[in-house]
């Protein structure tokens, strides 16, 4: 049998969940409207923005980030001297693509950029792109040995 304590945890958890409906509206409805044809950049500063207010040490706690912040599974795919591909996916994501949504992961990429920089200490831009036959996201990071974010 459970405790009270647990079952008011439990309980705490569900309530905390957020509709996928009500997600999709903030994100592919209200925040284009308000921010028109600047919604992609905006969205990647914005991500980078973030990431400065939640640095994290490492990639671990990145895709610990993504989970928890609901952004979906990260993975690393892949791995170079000049870059790193990551893909993302999730529930939402593949309901994006079953509604045929045009969304854009930006935010997701401009965080992620900030993250990888900060760890490496070199300058890092993101590029996404979306695979729908896979519904997933894939997020290209590259970065220049010569460009040193110190």
Known sequence: MKSS??????????????????????????????????????????????????????????????????????????????GMEFELSSSLISRQFEMKTESCFKLEAGFLAEQIQSQRKMRTEAFEEIIKRHKKIKILIRWDFKDLDI
């Open 5 to 82: 304590a647990e079952l008011e945890q439990k309980t705490t958890e569900i309530d905390l969940t957020v509709p996928a409906f009500g997600y999709e509206l903030i994100r592919d409805i209200l925040l284009p409207e308000i921010l028109g044809k600047e919604t992609a950049d905006i969205l990647y500063w914005a991500g980078k923005h973030l990431a400065r207010k939640f640095p994290l040490m490492s990639i671990n706690e990145v895709i610990s980030f993504f989970e928890e912040a609901g952004w979906g599974t990260l993975h690393i795919t892949k791995e170079e001297k000049n």
